[in-house]
Each structure stands twice: as C-alpha cells, then as structure tokens.
C-alpha cells in the first residue's frame, strides 16, 4: 500500500530514509565552572550538624576605647572626664590613660563611666586631650602599696547563628522521551539524552545551593520557632541560610575602592592596613567576580612596570614567562590567592540581576586555612554545615518514582527524580573578612 506521493523529482535522504547526522557531543555553551560549592567540598570544608541551627561562640576584644563625651578642669593635672554610655567601663581604677599630647593620666576613680584623672608626672593634661569624641586608650595599671584587689572586669562572648535550609531540585521524563533512544557523549561517556537532562537537573542543583551560599539572606530558624516567620504555600516552615555576602556586610568589613572600578596601591595599603588592626591572618583567597578579576590583574600588571613594585611587592617567578593572569601576590608581608567565580558573572543570577545590588560586581577577602579556636582547636574560616538523612551517611540524596522505574510508585508513565540536601554556610570569624567594592 503505498504511504504517500511523492511529487518532486528529487528527495533528500532526510526526507525520503530519515537519516540524519547527529553530532553525540554536546556542546558545552554556558560553560558553568567550579563554584563556590566545588571549593568548599573539595577543601573537605563540609561538616555534618544534628541541628538546623548552629552557633558560634566568639570571644570579644580585651581592650576597648573610652570615647569622651565631656570634661572638666583641663588644663590641670587633675581632669574629670565623663565617658559616653558605649564606653562607660573601658577603664578600671588604677588603669593608665595614653593622651594625645603624649601625656600619661592615671585613672584614679570610674564611677558609673566619670573618671578622675591625674597626671602621673605633673604635667597638664590640656583640654585638647579630653575634648569631646576623643578617644582614651587604657593598655596599663598600677596599683598602690598594700592596696585591695583589682576591679574585677566582666568579660563577655558573642554569639553568631546561622541555619542549614533544604534545597530540592526534580526532573521528570515521560515514557516517550524515555523510548527515545538517542545517544549523546557527555563527560567521556555514552548516555542517552534522557540521562544527560538528568546531569543537567543535578547541575542546576548543585549551583541552587552555591548561589544560595553566596547571595541568601538569614530567616532566622522556623524549622525550631513555635511560630513561623517564613513559610511556603502550604504553611510549611522555610529556612533560608545566611550566605557570604551577608555574613561580611553585616559582620566583616566593607572596603569600596578609592577610585571607582580601579585597584591601585593605596587600596592594598588601605585594605592592609585595616587587617593589620585587627590582627588578621597573614593570607587570604580573593573570590572574585568578572569585573573585579579585570581590575585587579591591571592594577598587579601596572606594578611590575614601576617602581612601585620593589616598594611594595614581590613575584616568584617559576618559568620564563609571565602569566598575565595574576592569581597569588605576596603584598606588604601578606599573601593574596584570588580565584575567579564564573558564576558571580552569570547575567542571569548574579552578573545583572535585579535586587542583587553590588555583588556581581565584588570581590570577598577570606582568611585562607583554619581559625584557632580558645585552648589550641583549630576550625576552617568558611564551610558548610549539612544534616544526613535518616538511615544514610550522605549530604546529597536522590529518589526515583514513578511508573517507569522500579520501585513503581504510580501508575502514570513517567520516571522522576528528585534531589534533596539540607546544608547552610558557617562562617568562622567574618570579622577577618572583607568585602571589596567596585565603587
């Protein structure tokens, strides 16, 4: 019985035998490359948690500055000073006041924040030494013959939290796309195309929670509230993590570039000495965006044609060549690993995206190694925390259903999947950490 007519002289094979030429690479078009995730995981930065929340616990610094909110009887050689409320207990009695004029002051009295201040060798202490918003250092004592004990000072701890949130992410085939039995190479290996929609689904999954780590915001913990701040459609309690940028806005430093969207010397000069003040470790990667990575290498190319480079930094040269792609500097006896992240310059999450503000324009500063911990312990400065799931020892869990696929589970043709891990970002001591803006 014939099947058609046909009606032109001349058929191609694709018509006439369906024979097509297919290539059975894909091709790679978004180039998605290591993400943060990757990094964290590979470094073995990843630590199980019995609990959705988890703490922190810091110690604060040992010192603090008396800023003046107003005096009396300078110039003098003996001066009232009266603290602001914030800074009312930076000095005990007995304590040693370093002025600006070079004049030390002995801190006679602190009652409720007004000192009594008396110059240790007769000099004035002059009114520009306590003017108001002046700052007072207290780094010594001395105590009288036969006197009580000392003042006893209250030492307190802080305490960060942050909450592991579920990530999901699925891929369902229906009968027919599974009876489609074209083949592709992916990764070196043979696959049908179904199986590759399958990689790309836990791809996407994967950079769900490498985003999540970098750009969320903290919902507090309502997998543990009596009373939910956050939930879904169906009332259920959501949790969100709080992510990098977050964690060093909010608790680390923020450094914008003197001169807009330019890296120069005075920005490392800048940058370290802000480190050097709060006693930071001595090397730091720099994950970098796009536009940040470009400023950067001028500025360290720029560097090894002046003169400012034997000032102030140094190269270690292992071939004959110069690799313009600067990735580790050795700067003002602090070294320097920067690492770009390609997907902080996707355009569609964090490169252009609405709402994301400045991040895929940024560059974050993060203490390379392990933290030390009170008594020796020591703890990496950036992981993640995940929860197992019952009856496993895996952060990642998949499940198939469906029809067409053992167990079955439904009636309906369709074999699904679903991917599931519930993990959050722990940031050790973001204090040491800074964030870089373009502008």
């Known amino acids: 019985m014939a099947q058609g007519q046909i009606t032109k ?7 006439y035998m369906d024979q097509r030429d297919i290539l059975p690479q894909i091709i790679d078009t978004t180039n998605e490359s290591a993400s943060l995730l990757d990094f964290l995981e590979f470094n ?42 914030g800074t009312a207990g930076a000095a005990i009695p007995n304590t040693i006041a370093y002025l600006l004029s070079g004049a030390r002051a002995f801190v006679q009295n602190n009652v409720s924040g007004t000192l009594t201040l008396v110059s240790i060798d007769g000099t004035n202490i002059l009114a520009a030494d306590v003017a108001g918003g002046v700052k007072l ?17 209250k030492f307190t701890k802080n305490n960060s939290t942050n909450v592991a949130q579920i990530f999901k992410q699925a891929v369902q085939l229906t009968d027919i796309q599974l009876a489609s039995q074209v083949e ?63 964690s060093i806005t909010s608790s680390g430093i923020s450094y914008p570039l003197i001169t807009a969207n330019t890296f120069t010397l ?30 950067f290498d001028i500025f360290v190319n720029a560097m090894s044609n002046s003169s400012q480079l034997s000032q102030a930094g140094r190269f270690e040269l292992k071939g004959e060549t110069l690799d313009l792609a600067i990735t580790n500097i050795n700067i003002f006896n602090r070294i320097y690993h920067k690492v770009k992240l390609s997907e902080m310059d996707d355009p569609n999450t964090i490169g252009n995206a609405t709402g994301l503000g400045n991040i895929g ?19 990496p400065y950036l992981s993640t925390r995940f929860m197992k799931y019952p009856k496993t020892d895996m952060r990642y869990y998949v499940q198939e259903y469906g029809g067409m696929t053992p167990p079955i589970t439904t009636t309906q043709a369709i074999e699904g999947t679903n991917f599931y891990s519930v993990q959050g970002l722990q940031v050790l001591a973001p204090n040491f950490m800074a964030k870089i803006l373009a502008a």
């Open 9 to 15: 002289q001349w058929v191609s094979l694709i018509t």
């Open 44 to 85: 073995e930065a990843s630590f199980y948690t019995r609990e959705s929340q988890y703490h922190q616990i810091t110690n604060t610094e040992l010192f603090q500055l008396g800023v003046v909110a107003s005096s009396s009887g300078a110039p003098g050689t003996t001066v009232t000073v009266v603290l602001t409320a």
């Open 137 to 153: 250092s207290f780094p010594a004592v001395a105590f009288g013959e036969g006197s009580l004990a000392a003042t006893p000072e």
């Open 184 to 246: 592709a190479t992916a990764e070196g290996k043979d696959f049908y195309f179904q199986e590759v929609a399958k990689m790309e689904a836990y791809l996407k999954f994967r950079k769900y929670i490498s985003l999540g780590l970098i750009v969320n915001t903290y919902s507090g913990d309502n997998f543990s509230a009596a009373s939910y701040g956050l939930v879904d459609a169906n009332g259920a309690a959501v949790n969100v993590t709080r992510g990098l940028d977050q």
């Open 266 to 295: 005075a920005d490392m000069q800048a940058l370290d000495t802000t480190f050097n003040n709060i006693r930071a470790p001595k090397e730091y990667t720099l994950y970098s965006s796009g536009p940040m990575n470009q400023y």
């Open 361 to 379: 324009t940024s560059m974050y500063a993060v203490p390379m190694g392990n933290v030390k911990t009170v008594g020796g312990g020591m703890l």
